[in-house]
């Protein structure tokens, strides 16, 4: 399962005596009859299932399969590989590549080791803008920060940042580098909004920055440097 729709199962069988049908099982249930192999199954949600096929004796045959959901893509790849966090995808990139990321939650801290491009849903729109369904990077109560970038030429565009805070990078984004291009954001209830300790000339623009007021050492700032 992808930001592009639902998972779905391709079902080989041989043997027996047609014709055959099809049963599943699990997050969503269904049926066929008169059934060839190979069969796909579609729109399935993320899950485990059970497949059982029926041949024309009404002998059986039973298998299990599991839909992932891997919402963070690849586009550079060809073709793209799926990922089911932003951090897998960061560490499988290699510098220059660009990541997407579907709407949704994201509990983790995302250390941003080489020059990436890494896009949230509303990538290109400005955080005062109309915007869909957001990618968020939520800190946990401050368990942890967003995103540590440590590496050159970094573009973190269109996600909704919350939560952050509590640990030696203090805020909502942080930066240590050179190049680092922060934009059409929301920073939302961090400890800082952005951190930006860079060594370097680095672009923060068009993000919205709303109640970055946590506890903690110079907390309350919106743009830190």
Partial sequence: QTCAGLGSIAVSFNGGFAPYDI?????ASGSAMGITSPYTITAL???AYSITVTDDNGTTATSSATILNLPVTNTTDMPDTYYAT???AVNAADPGEVITVCAGTYDEQVNV????TIQGANA??????VRGTESIIDGNNAAHSGFVITAANVTIDGFKVQNCGNTIY???????STGTMIKNNILFNNEKGVYASNT???TVQYNLFDGNNRPG?????????
């Fill in 23 to 27: 049963a599943w099982s699990g997050f």
């Fill in 45 to 47: 949600a993320a899950g």
């Fill in 86 to 88: 932003i951090q897998a």
């Fill in 113 to 116: 080791n080489k020059s990436l």
């Fill in 124 to 129: 290109g729109i400005a955080g005062n803008g």
């Fill in 170 to 176: 203090e805020s909502g984004i942080y930066t240590n």
């Fill in 200 to 202: 370097g000339a680095s």
């Fill in 217 to 225: 050492a110079a907390g309350g700032i919106s743009l830190y440097s």
